[in-house]
């Protein structure tokens, strides 16, 4: 039976015949030379990602059939026209079966990110392909893959528009306004995944007061408000985030005194915290980007978690995150129980949380669902 898996490694290759090089495209063949599929190849254990199975190489028209297939799900769900939103996850590389490629779509910019380079030496027919299934709505294409790219394949590649110029990077979600940097900013420029948990947010708010830990750009923060939160505090390291999340709060609730935001570091900010806040949002960057350092992240997710457990009010709702891919749902689960047994305080979960339709997961490769979130209600 075939398991479909996009990811051929290093170690199941038996015989390379001719010389191939990283990006080239390969077909991969069982020993009785039949085609399993065509992909791109890459030095690395990872030594072939597959993009079509099947004996039939892919033809001219490859990408822009792909694209249109992973626009037409995003448009099957009420993304592509509707009036409140227009940012969302186009291409979600495997998901869409295109491994390394990320495409989002802000406002009729597209910015695109490469983790591989045979997705990156056919960035002209993904851009073709683009325009065609975009259409008028195409605005601009940005290529930010300097820093994706597997760095030991030596290309060089800088960030840039493929196609247009647009300057203003501003987007609206559930009829919040953001402003986004796509040249500067983390990703590709917003947390798009969080949209339907930032919902989620909304409806828990009314009358709260709210800390949103890690807001970034202040996605979580302008939804508790939405939701008529009594009080927000926003907190995140950076001070370019705190700068943006101001930003974006004049966009949306002007002079709206509910608001705060802090520059601070997430474990100091939570030293004295005790019965300050009916609802807390964690939603930390990756803590594990690598399998070698899971058991000092879950070490770490189990003591953020504690820290928010021990000290929430009594009633309190608790939104914690994990976007690491190493973790696995259970491994996250663990790490908030032993949060919970930590604080010795009653913990029920409500919700577990997921990433959203725009970043679908292919059933073949179940690597790709990454985002893991618990909803909680703490006594
Ligand atoms: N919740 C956000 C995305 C969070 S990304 C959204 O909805 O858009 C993670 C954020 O954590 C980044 O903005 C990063 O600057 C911040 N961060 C990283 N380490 C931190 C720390 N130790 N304390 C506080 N913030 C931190």
């Not at 392909?129 to 605005?139: D, F, S």
């Not at 907190?235 to 004049?250: C, F, P």
Request: one cysteine or more; glycine letters at 10%.
């Amino acid at each position: 039976m075939e398991r479909f898996h996009p990811w051929v490694f290093s170690g199941a290759i038996d015989r390379i015949d001719g010389a191939v090089e990283e990006g080239d495209l390969v077909s991969v063949q069982k020993s009785d030379g039949k085609i399993i599929g065509y992909g791109h190849c890459a030095i690395g254990s990872i030594a072939v990602r597959i993009f079509s199975f099947g004996e039939t190489a892919p033809g001219n028209d490859f990408w822009e059939h792909r694209i249109r297939q992973a626009y037409l799900l995003r448009s099957k769900m009420g993304l592509t026209d509707d009036p409140g939103t227009n940012v969302y996850r186009l291409v979600h590389g495997e998901g869409d079966g295109m491994p390394g490629l990320i495409a989002d779509y802000y406002n009729g910019t597209v910015v695109l990110q490469f983790h591989s380079v045979g997705m990156w030496l056919a960035r002209e027919a993904i851009v073709e392909a683009l325009k065609k299934v975009l259409g008028g709505k195409l605005v601009a294409v940005y290529d930010k893959s300097a820093k994706t790219l597997p760095f030991k394949a030596n290309i060089d590649a800088k960030d840039g528009y493929l196609y247009g110029n647009s300057l203003t990077g501003e987007v609206m979600e559930y009829g919040n306004r953001f402003k986004v940097d796509w040249l500067e900013g983390q990703k590709t420029g917003f947390f798009i995944d969080q949209r339907e948990n930032r919902r989620l947010l909304a409806g828990f708010s009314k009358g709260r007061t709210v800390l949103n830990m890690f807001c970034y750009t202040g996605g979580f923060s302008f939804a508790a408000m939405q939701g008529g939160a009594e009080l927000v505090h926003s907190v995140d390291s950076s001070a370019r985030a705190i700068a943006l999340t101001n930003e974006n709060v004049e966009l949306n609730f002007p002079g709206d005194s509910r608001h705060e935001a802090f520059v601070a570091d997430a474990f100091e900010f939570m030293q004295d915290i005790k019965d300050k806040y009916d609802v807390i949002v964690l939603d930390p960057p990756a803590f594990a980007k690598h399998r070698n350092v899971l058991a000092q992240a879950l070490q770490g997710y189990k003591r953020l978690n504690a820290k928010a457990i021990q000290q929430i009010r009594p009633g309190g709702i608790l939104f914690t995150f994990s976007c690491s891919q190493v973790v696995t749902r259970n491994n996250f689960r663990e790490a908030v129980f032993s949060a919970a047994a930590i604080a010795g305080r009653e913990v029920r979960i409500l919700h577990q949380l997921s990433q959203p339709v725009d970043h679908p997961v292919n059933i073949y490769h179940p690597e790709g669902e990454y985002l893991k979130g618990l909803v909680l209600y703490i006594e």
